[in-house]
């Protein structure tokens, strides 16, 4: 899974967004170092609904602009886990093996 | 006119990048994002800004790695992308097993009494084309890809045979029999349909059990009419009338079918259209048998022969419309999306 896409369902895992707001949730998340603009964003957002991880909650017009929220699908939730299990795993080996080489050293 | 409304005439230019089934769907939701993420007094998108959707409006028109959920199209070509090589797989599994099991030289009455759905023309041919056997077999492997979503590797099959059939056409077919033209066909409508759409993974999204009971009979039809065809473009298995009795049987069938299908899913004209066209060929043969009609020249019959599957593409696209029909436009302006509720 890219690292977009991780941090987009990461976002949707507290509840439902619209775009602005999985965009500044996601700086927040990635502390700023990942600023989606909004080609990236509803590109990804496309793939993820096409691939059933995300759908569309409801819409609504908010000051004369349109407003659409996403949610996370129940197979979203569990992609996300397996993915967010996934580099845990990975980061608790390369946290492990560097302190075992630093032990050594 | 004020900044905002400058920014936003500006933004509006380049999401008319996108295309415009997407635009229908997304641009008043992207615009009002844009114009959120706008630093105060912005009065013109920002470079990263502009080659964001440049970028992005360029992917959605290749539709590379792109999914766009909503155009009639192109959820009809989703659909046909997962459907078509399901819809070949069968008599081609079928064909394949039978040669495995009795050899090429299975004899004519037993192949005739217990598999009369079966083309007898590819079951000769296959045991001496090897061409037409790597057309079968990729053909199997393609229905394989997109049972499983992955249409990638769908694609990637359907290129590596056609490019082994394009260099042994430059070596004159010396390894690889010569073009089989249905299924060189074949691969080039399935090719286009994942290449154009999201794909089977989106296909499989739209089947209901209405779509699914159409699609059901549209399997049926093709079969029986590709067998039918083949029978009609290669000639020599119209006298017994064994064959006679079968096509009739298989012509009432299809009317049954028909009508369920046209009282339980409301597709109404769709179906109706769909299946007289299915039933052309049997229509045609019955009224050689009862000489009405004159035995077809080889040129007319191959051309009946791409009756079907052209009408397995109606049917999807009628599906599809149908689906898309339940979830009516907005008012405002914007396209319903499964799961939305209109404010």
């Known amino acids: ?105 | 006119m004020n900044r905002p409304e400058e920014l936003a005439r500006h933004y509006r230019q380049l999401l008319a990048l996108y295309p415009r089934a997407y635009r229908h769907d997304h641009e008043e939701e992207m615009l009002a994002v844009l114009l959120d993420s706008a630093r105060p007094g912005q009065e013109f998108p920002r470079a990263v800004e502009s080659l964001d959707l440049i970028w992005g409006a360029l992917r959605m028109r290749l539709r590379l790695g792109q999914v766009y959920h909503g155009n009639i199209g192109s959820d009809a070509l989703a659909a046909f992308s997962l459907l078509a090589p399901l819809l070949l797989a069968g008599p081609v599994l079928a064909t394949l097993l039978l040669h495995l099991v009795h050899g090429p030289s299975a004899p004519d009455p037993y192949f005739r009494e217990h598999f009369p759905i079966i083309s007898e023309t590819y079951y000769a041919r296959i045991a001496t084309a090897r061409g037409l056997k790597l057309a079968m077999a990729g053909q199997l492997a393609v229905a394989i890809a997109v049972v499983l979503r992955m249409r990638r590797l769908a694609l990637a099959v359907i290129t590596v045979i056609l490019t082994l059939w394009i260099i042994d056409a430059g070596y004159g077919f010396r390894s690889l029999d010569t073009f089989d033209v249905f299924f060189l066909t074949c691969y080039g409508l399935e090719a286009t349909a994942l290449i154009a759409s999201p794909g089977p993974r989106r296909g499989l999204q739209l089947l209901s059990w209405r779509s699914g009971a159409v699609l059901a009979a549209a399997a049926a039809a093709l079969t029986g009419t590709w067998t039918l065809t083949m029978r009609l473009a290669y000639g020599g298995a119209f006298t017994s009338s064994g064959d006679a009795e079968v096509n009739a049987l298989a012509l009432l069938a299809l009317v049954i079918l028909a009508v369920g299908v046209f009282l339980l899913s409301h597709l109404g004209r769709y179906v109706v259209v769909l299946f007289a066209g299915m039933l052309c060929p049997y229509v045609l043969y019955l009224g050689w048998v009862v000489g009405v009609v004159p035995v077809p020249t080889p040129t007319e019959a191959l051309t009946i022969q791409y009756v079907p599957p052209v009408l397995a593409l109606c049917a999807i696209v009628a599906i599809a419309l149908h689906r898309n029909r339940r979830f009516p436009d907005h008012p405002d302006g914007t396209t319903a999306i499964k799961g939305t509720r209109p404010t």
């Open chain 1, 1 to 105: 899974m890219q690292e977009p896409s991780f941090l987009i369902l990461t976002a949707l895992a507290a509840g439902m967004q619209h775009g602005y707001g999985i965009i500044t949730d996601v700086a927040r998340i990635s502390e700023g170092r990942v600023r989606l603009r909004a080609g990236t964003l509803y590109a990804a957002l496309d793939r993820l609904r096409a691939d059933e991880l995300i759908e569309v909650d409801h819409e609504e017009v908010v000051d004369g602009r349109l407003r659409r929220y996403y949610k996370l699908s129940e197979e979203g939730e569990q992609q996300l886990a397996a993915e967010a299990a996934r580099l845990q795993a990975n980061a608790t080996a390369a946290i492990t093996r560097l302190k075992a080489a630093r032990g050594l050293a």
